[in-house]
């Protein structure tokens, strides 16, 4: 495939990714048609995928849980089957994407001279989430990307498992629960489901607000430590 014709399917690629996250209502829903039961299945992996692999933080999840819940409300789908299916799928995302960490952390800080892995911010790291660790990740679960990372970095920092596994579950469950419902109630109100794909963008900005607001408020710490000085 030459450089043009790699271009291209990038191009074909993004936008069909787009035209997916974008227009998500439509998509489930001749999912739920065309493979019925089976479609259980596809979103265990979707939010397994978006939860415990780290080069796929850029799957649907808020959004998707919320059309899902819209689609369960008319029969698409059984709302309890969901909901239980989708909680494990987040849960034991977490877990493997934690337990990866905890086995890369040795390797990745391995080396005594490295200037990018030192083991003093490993300590640091472990020590962050031993004070704050809990509360980080149940907020995560609400933050796209964040959520993938979260609990990647927990387990490089040594994050003590029985208090990750605790908030693991609580987050999963309160995030399953949040937008699956949050879809099965208010998504079929006619005037949300005569603009879903409007609901759909707004939902992901939402969820991505928090993470920017965080970015904003440390550039400016940085930027007051740096007068300061």
């Not at 001749?30 to 596809?42: D, E, K, N, S």
């Not at 890369?104 to 391995?110: D, I, R, T």
């Not at 704050?132 to 994050?159: E, L, N, Q, Y």
Request: charged share 15%; with cysteine.
């Amino acid at each position: 495939m030459g450089g043009g014709g790699m271009l291209e399917f990038l191009q074909d690629t993004i936008a069909f990714f787009l035209d997916f996250v974008l227009h998500l209502d439509r998509h489930l829903e001749a999912l739920v048609q065309a493979y019925g039961a089976w479609v259980y299945v596809i979103m265990f992996v979707i939010v397994f995928c978006e939860t415990g692999l780290v080069v796929t933080p850029f799957l649907p999840g808020d959004s998707l849980l919320f059309v899902a819940g819209t689609l369960a409300a008319v029969g698409g789908m059984d709302v309890w089957l969901l909901t239980g299916i989708l909680m494990a799928a987040a849960i034991l995302g977490d877990t493997v994407n934690y337990w990866v960490g905890h086995y890369m952390g040795p390797k990745v800080f391995h080396y005594e001279g490295s200037r990018l892995f030192k083991k003093e911010h490993l300590q640091k790291t472990h020590e962050f989430y031993e004070r704050h660790g809990g509360k980080t990740i149940i907020i995560a679960r609400f933050i796209p990307i964040i959520r993938t990372f979260a609990p990647f970095v927990a387990g490089i920092g040594r994050m003590t498992y029985g208090r990750f596994i605790a908030y693991n579950v609580i987050g999963g469950v309160a995030w399953v629960l949040l937008f699956v419902f949050g879809g099965y109630f208010f998504g079929n109100i006619p005037i949300v489901k005569r603009n879903l794909s409007v609901v759909v963008v707004v939902i992901v900005l939402i969820s991505v607000m928090p993470g920017v607001i965080e970015y904003l408020r440390h550039r400016a710490r940085v930027k007051r430590a740096a007068r300061g000085a």
